[in-house]
């Protein structure tokens, strides 16, 4: 296991609900009701399921607002390497699993950004501090 796939499973904390089809709401369901936990709590038939999502986000990229989607081409390169027969509902499951991280994650982010600002002046501009700034 990467070390990226272990960041994966340890900071994102919501149990997705694999059983429940695997749409992104049934998704969200869980998240919202499973927040909190220490540890995900995975069905057993999603195992196989969350150890790609997780050994595939441990590889994603990144750019300057956060981290890039796992795409189709890194699903079934991933998939043919390791020899998974996926199906369709396979990779849209991934993909839920995917979306509802990236969403938990640029959340964390927005919550620390918000948290590391520092507080906006109260008193507005006037002309001599307008001149103390730019001259």
Same mark, same amino acid.
């Given at each position: 296991?990467?070390?990226?796939?272990?960041?994966?499973?340890?900071?994102?904390?919501?149990?997705?609900a694999?059983?429940?089809?695997?749409?992104?709401?049934?998704?969200?369901?869980?998240?919202?009701?499973?927040?909190?936990?220490?540890?995900?709590?995975?069905?057993?038939?999603?195992? %196989?399921?969350?150890? =790609?999502?997780?050994?595939?986000?441990?590889?994603?990229?990144y750019? $300057?607002?956060?981290p890039? +989607?796992? !795409?189709?081409?890194?699903?079934?390169?991933?998939?043919?390497?390791?020899?998974?027969?996926?199906?369709?509902?396979?990779?849209?499951?991934?993909?839920?699993? %995917?979306?509802?991280? =990236?969403?938990?994650?640029?959340?964390?982010?927005?919550?620390?950004? $918000?948290?590391?600002?520092? +507080?906006? !002046?109260?008193?507005?501009?006037?002309?001599?501090?307008?001149?103390?700034?730019?001259?």
């Amino acid at each position: 296991m990467s070390t990226g796939a272990a960041w994966c499973r340890t900071t994102w904390t919501p149990s997705c609900a694999i059983r429940g089809g695997g749409n992104e709401a049934s998704c969200k369901r869980a998240a919202a009701s499973s927040s909190g936990r220490g540890s995900p709590n995975i069905p057993e038939a999603g195992r %196989d399921l969350w150890e =790609i999502f997780a050994d595939l986000c441990g590889t994603r990229t990144y750019h $300057a607002a956060g981290p890039n +989607p796992i !795409s189709y081409a890194e699903i079934q390169s991933y998939a043919q390497v390791n020899r998974w027969p996926l199906k369709p509902h396979h990779v849209a499951t991934i993909r839920a699993l %995917d979306a509802v991280w =990236i969403e938990h994650v640029m959340i964390r982010s927005q919550a620390k950004d $918000a948290r590391s600002q520092s +507080p906006s !002046s109260m008193q507005g501009i006037n002309p001599a501090a307008f001149d103390a700034v730019f001259g």
